[in-house]
């Protein structure tokens, strides 16, 4: 019942505001202009993400308020405060990127500190189970390292993924569709609700951002949504304990599209003496698109790709 009140509500308040968002955009023409890397011809409305972490943070409030998500079960709100607060920096950070441009050290060093918070909140991840190895505990360092690499990796591996209309929403809706089934079995009800929420306001946007796209995310909505699912892949599995300890074969393994992405993007650069940050058209959905495919028939064949690796690994971890 919780997953179902929290989707819905999430669904109806990114559906209706996002078109008032996207007029006001409109008018005060805060605009993505077209470059080398975009598949837009005329300049489009980027920020989008507002209308979703705004339906994030309202229904997570209303759920609070009527007890569909309880805080006060055992260590509940030491675990999902740090985790509200950290991601509204992360898609604070998108949006001032999205409004007046920071370079991307500025970025790098800003996200590396909220991660860097959300750690020493004692949201981290202190012993992995990898391969066959299980209850590798890690010293306090490695912990820190290992912690703020995933979020920052993993945040800036779903921006990055974002080149095409529909893309992230509906890679992200997918992804919660098989983390509220786990969580669900793990009886993580607060989990299951939360990610209910993040994907009623993802479905929502795709209303608007499927192919042709009224309105895009930006950077405020990837970075929000990518922190988030680096959040949720941590626990999803885990039981209610939140004690660090982390099935790195399954959030290794569901988030395998926009890692093997990011790193391949990465190694071609510095391939060609160029700075890990420097834009290029070297992602998975440009390839497609060089390949013959058309915007749609991409995103569609991601979507596949990422329902099947998102099944094989539910099924085989």
Partial sequence: MGFFVGFCTSYLICFFLTPPIKNFSFYKKIFDNPNFRSQHYKPIVRTGGISIFISFIFTFILCQYFGVINLSESNQLNFILPIVICSSLFFLIGLIDD??????????????????????????????????????????????LITIFWVVGITNAINWLDGLDGLIAGIIFIYIIGLTSISGIAEQSNIT???????????????????????????????FLGFMISILTLYSSESSSFNGTINANFTLGILALPLLDMIFVIFKRISKNR???????????HRLLNAGFSQPKAVFFIYLLVIINTFAVRIFL
């Fill in 99 to 144: 409004l007046v441009r920071l370079s991307p050290f500025l970025r790098l060093v800003i996200q590396f500190s909220s991660a860097s918070l959300l750690w020493v909140l004692n949201i981290k991840i202190s012993v992995i189970n990898l391969l066959w190895f299980n209850n590798i505990e890690l010293p306090n360092l490695l912990s820190y």
């Fill in 193 to 223: 609700v939360i990610s209910a929420i993040i994907g009623g306001g993802c479905l929502a946007f795709l209303k608007y951002n499927s192919y042709p796209a009224e309105i895009i995310m930006g950077d405020g909505g990837s970075n």
């Fill in 275 to 285: 700075s890990p940050f420097y834009p290029d058209r070297n992602h998975f959905h």
